[in-house]
């Protein structure tokens, strides 16, 4: 049997009880933590709770050898990841591959950041759009699909999650910071004729999950330099607010009231 569990968004009592159970009990634990990880707890954390060693894979054992697939075919073996399992296509592939081998597979879910984030975000659940992603820059790579997916989302009057690349192997996370200074510089290329301009209200979130939390709203000039602290860090860009969504950004995520006059 082959088991997919998610540990949710922050540390391990993010784990669900049903997850917990089925990690006491499986034969083999493997952990990929390339994708996500849990900020609020150390790796030796999970080991205590679960009262089993856990082997930590590479991304290449994840995507290309697939040994903990093999050894499902006759021992019960679950692979562990934080948020929620599905959330990445590589971990849809496993549930195809069993599938082809005849193996039996349960998926037990967790926290995504997905419905975290706009959640904690105050907007309607409803009103969002595609999700995006800013991945860190490169030689000849600077894509403008993340700003162009946001213009699209404006346009037809729908919030944006933008979430932050993870670079897990390199200890490298994408601060809110960074984000918002690489839509800045694809406005400047554009010559001002972008939709999101230094004025766009934004909303900088980070450690959901955590009892830190911070989520921070104002105009990106205003939020391009506040310091939201540690990882993991993602962006909300607002379109048209309802008068409830409003009064939460000024009275929750410190937006200046003027937006207000607005809705």
């Known amino acids: 049997m082959f088991y997919l569990v998610g540990l949710g968004l922050f540390d391990e009592k993010d784990i669900s009880l049903k997850g917990l159970e089925c990690l006491k009990n499986v034969d083999k634990i493997y952990a990929e933590f390339f994708t996500s990880r849990l900020f609020g707890s150390s790796f030796e954390a999970i080991e205590e709770l679960v009262g089993q060693e856990i082997e930590v894979l590479v991304r290449g054992e994840v995507e290309e050898e697939h040994k903990f697939i093999e050894e499902a075919k006759t021992a019960d073996v679950a692979l562990i990841t934080g948020g929620d399992p599905l959330i990445a296509t590589t971990h849809s592939d496993f549930l195809v591959q069993c599938s082809k081998k005849g193996i039996d597979f349960e998926v037990i879910h967790g926290s995504s950041i997905l419905s975290s984030a706009p959640a904690i975000s105050g907007l309607q659940g409803y009103k969002f759009g595609k999700v995006t992603t800013i991945p860190f820059p490169d030689y000849n790579f600077y894509p403008k ?56 209200l934004a909303m900088g979130i980070a450690r959901v999950g955590s009892k830190d939390v911070i989520v921070k709203a104002g105009k990106i000039s205003d939020l391009i330099d506040f310091d939201f602290g540690g990882p993991l860090h993602c962006i909300v860009i607002p379109s048209k607010l309802h008068i409830v969504e409003a009064e939460y950004l000024v009275e929750i995520a410190g937006a200046d009231s003027k937006i207000l006059d607005d809705v």
């Open 145 to 200: 699909s993340p700003y162009e997916a946001i213009e699209e989302n404006l346009k037809m009057d729908l919030h944006t999650l933008v979430l932050l690349d993870i670079q897990a192997h390199k200890d490298r996370y994408m601060t809110v910071n960074q984000g918002l200074e690489y839509l800045m510089n694809i406005y400047d290329d554009l010559d001002c004729e972008g939709l999101i301009t230094p004025d766009t």
